[in-house]
């Protein structure tokens, strides 16, 4: 186990400070800390299924046991990427869980020739993998339950598992779907966790040559939610724009919300380096998503009722570009 501080954004609040939001209302960018954001990176080992699982988990200032949020990479990725998210919301006073997944983690492209990456990740998107990570969900939740129970260990009582939200990019995004409620081929729900009580995928999924959207997500009943944007496509998976939109469209109503980014392109929820011939990222979009993804967890893991109202009522819009997407239902 090791124990690192971040040189990240420790001026996080001034640079992302809401110029038009009046002294004392709602505000989902603030932080009351300048501290750089402390995580600590352990691995949680599956006996069962002889799988080891890096994580990093970002802490809190406060000691208190804190509401937690789970974090599922693109393929390709690690718990180190989309960091950004992590160090805001746990400067929000979040445990953010960042789960590594082997088998459709970094190690599938760093350890082959460059040639050779491009048909590795496309094997590393087999459905053995998906369900591989379907079961890592809960296997992480258990793990967090124990820890949060032993004395001496380093979460001793600093996790709020009553409160648990989940989030994920991409492949991530399809992780965290099916943990939160979306219907599988002859599965059902199976690999839904119930401990889970809001979901964020980023880069959402509706692709399945068996079932339509609306049998995929119709008994979806938690708060959902969805960011992509109006380019968000990617090399792998052949998932559509109209795709992605679809999922929003098939989940029933109730606490549910669509962000579309103009000109989000799938990298734009991403925060590492970008590979040659990908456009620069716009640098209003994570402050968007970091707005909007934060009022989201305090309203729906806090139960804030001033973030609701932020998010229900005109918050979101005046933060949003013009040609931004803004959906609820």
């Known amino acids: 186990m090791s124990f690192r501080r971040l040189s990240a954004l420790a001026l996080l609040a001034g640079l992302l400070a809401w110029p038009g939001n009046p002294q004392g209302l709602y505000d989902p960018l603030s932080v009351e800390t300048s501290e750089a954001a402390r995580y600590i990176d ?49 400067a929000r006073g979040y445990v953010v869980v960042y789960v590594q997944h082997p088998g459709s983690d970094e190690d599938v492209w760093k350890t082959v020739k460059p040639r050779e990456r491009m048909a590795a990740m496309k094997q590393a998107g087999i459905a053995q993998n998906s369900r591989r990570r379907f079961e890592d969900v809960g296997f992480v939740i258990d793990t967090l339950e124990r820890w949060n129970g032993e004395a001496g260990n380093s979460f001793f009582n600093r996790l709020d598992l009553t409160r648990i939200g989940m989030s994920g990019h991409s492949f991530g995004a399809r992780t965290t779907q099916v943990a939160a409620g979306q219907s599988l081929p002859g599965l059902g729900t199976r690999y839904s966790d119930p401990r889970i009580d809001a979901a964020l995928p980023m880069s959402p ?52 919300y669509e962000l579309v980014l103009f000109g989000g392109q799938h990298h734009a929820f991403t925060d590492g380096e970008l590979r040659r011939g990908l456009s620069p990222r716009d640098p209003d979009h994570h402050r968007v998503i970091l707005a909007l993804s934060t009022a ?29 997407g803004w959906d609820r239902k």
């Open 205 to 256: 999924s509706s692709q399945n040559r068996i079932l339509t959207p609306e049998q995929q997500f119709r008994s979806v009943d938690l708060p959902w939610l969805l960011m992509t944007g109006t380019q968000d496509t990617a090399a792998i998976g052949g998932e559509t724009v109209e795709g992605r939109l679809a999922v929003f469209d098939a989940l029933p109503p109730g606490s549910k």
């Open 42 to 90: 352990v691995s949680a080992r599956d006996e069962r299924r002889d799988r080891a699982l890096p994580l990093r988990i970002y802490l809190p200032s406060s000691n208190a046991p804190a509401p937690v949020i789970l974090f599922s990479h693109g393929l390709g990725g690690s718990r180190e990427g989309s960091a950004y998210l992590g160090e805001h919301w746990s």
């Open 296 to 324: 989201f967890w305090d309203a729906y893991l806090r139960d804030d009722a001033g973030a609701r109202a932020w998010l229900d009522g005109n918050g979101p819009t005046e933060i949003l570009d013009s040609r931004d």
